[in-house]
């Protein structure tokens, strides 16, 4: 609705919440006393992907952290203190890092181009790339960047798992799973990437199976897969240290 003015934002939402209520009765009532989501969705800030019409979720079923390319940084407090909310005091049971093909983040980390202010932020996901390029390299260069997409959701799911909230939450025994998803704007479907993490098994063996069922999705069919012997991936400055990612977790087990 391209013609749409900031008024007709007020009125269509008025008109959803008198919708609301008739449809509830005192729906609103009851979300003031208490949020409790079962779900934390960490996605990419892109309009096309909206967590909870994708999910069919009502207001109060998922907590919700966006930003650019869906990405996770270690020191990134705004994330982590998104996480630590929704793992402590929301005691959420799934936490969801969605990608979505396409994404103009990744596809500018892929190609190296200048964005401006966004290019640092862009950056943690070209060391994806480069941690990946053998395998990027090997793949046809029109999926490139979908392949890309998944491999930064893999890394993210890596990067939430190891975090001192999830690390302490394992440790005194509490149930939350972490799970790796992508969106398809062309098609609306998300795809489970299979790679869920719920701190009983080693997140190494985990994350290298999930990087290698990218690599062999999106490799050509029938063509088999080749895995780029460590001493070639390594040593070049241009062509960085990588066996896909095999030695990417921080910890062995969490
Ligand atoms: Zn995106």
Redesign the pocket.
């Given at each position: 609705m391209p013609n749409e003015s900031l008024e007709d934002l007020f009125a269509h939402n008025r008109a959803w919440s008198a919708q609301m209520e008739r449809d509830r009765p005192g729906f609103f009532t009851s979300l003031v006393k208490q949020q409790t989501p079962k779900y934390m969705w960490i996605?990419?800030?892109?309009s096309?992907?909206p967590a909870n019409q994708i999910t069919g979720l009502e207001p109060g079923e998922v907590f919700v952290h966006r930003n650019?390319?869906?990405i996770v940084v270690h020191s990134d407090l705004n994330a982590l203190s998104a996480i630590q909310f929704a793992v402590e005091h929301l005691k959420v049971e799934h936490i969801m890092v969605v990608?979505?093909y396409?994404?103009?983040?990744?596809k500018a980390a892929l190609s190296g181009a200048r964005i401006g202010l966004a290019d640092n932020w862009i950056r943690h996901i070209q060391d994806v790339r480069d941690r990946h390029i053998a395998m990027l390299e090997s793949l046809p260069e029109e999926v490139r960047v979908d392949a890309l997409?998944e491999l930064n959701v893999a890394e993210q799911v890596v990067n939430v798992a190891v975090s001192t909230v999830m690390v302490d939450a394992w440790s005194r025994g509490q149930k939350v799973r972490i799970h790796g998803w992508s969106f398809g704007v062309h098609d609306g479907l998300l795809q489970d990437l299979q790679m869920s993490v719920d701190g009983s098994k080693p997140l190494d063996a985990i994350y290298k199976a999930a990087v290698q069922r990218i690599r062999y999705k999106w490799s050509k069919p029938g063509e088999a897969l080749t895995i780029v012997p460590r001493s070639k991936a390594e040593g070049s400055p241009s062509q960085p240290a990588s066996l896909d990612g095999a030695t990417r977790p921080a910890s062995p087990a969490v």
């Amino acid at each position: 609705m391209p013609n749409e003015s900031l008024e007709d934002l007020f009125a269509h939402n008025r008109a959803w919440s008198a919708q609301m209520e008739r449809d509830r009765p005192g729906f609103f009532t009851s979300l003031v006393k208490q949020q409790t989501p079962k779900y934390m969705w960490i996605g990419c800030s892109d309009s096309r992907v909206p967590a909870n019409q994708i999910t069919g979720l009502e207001p109060g079923e998922v907590f919700v952290h966006r930003n650019v390319a869906n990405i996770v940084v270690h020191s990134d407090l705004n994330a982590l203190s998104a996480i630590q909310f929704a793992v402590e005091h929301l005691k959420v049971e799934h936490i969801m890092v969605v990608g979505h093909y396409g994404c103009a983040g990744v596809k500018a980390a892929l190609s190296g181009a200048r964005i401006g202010l966004a290019d640092n932020w862009i950056r943690h996901i070209q060391d994806v790339r480069d941690r990946h390029i053998a395998m990027l390299e090997s793949l046809p260069e029109e999926v490139r960047v979908d392949a890309l997409c998944e491999l930064n959701v893999a890394e993210q799911v890596v990067n939430v798992a190891v975090s001192t909230v999830m690390v302490d939450a394992w440790s005194r025994g509490q149930k939350v799973r972490i799970h790796g998803w992508s969106f398809g704007v062309h098609d609306g479907l998300l795809q489970d990437l299979q790679m869920s993490v719920d701190g009983s098994k080693p997140l190494d063996a985990i994350y290298k199976a999930a990087v290698q069922r990218i690599r062999y999705k999106w490799s050509k069919p029938g063509e088999a897969l080749t895995i780029v012997p460590r001493s070639k991936a390594e040593g070049s400055p241009s062509q960085p240290a990588s066996l896909d990612g095999a030695t990417r977790p921080a910890s062995p087990a969490v």
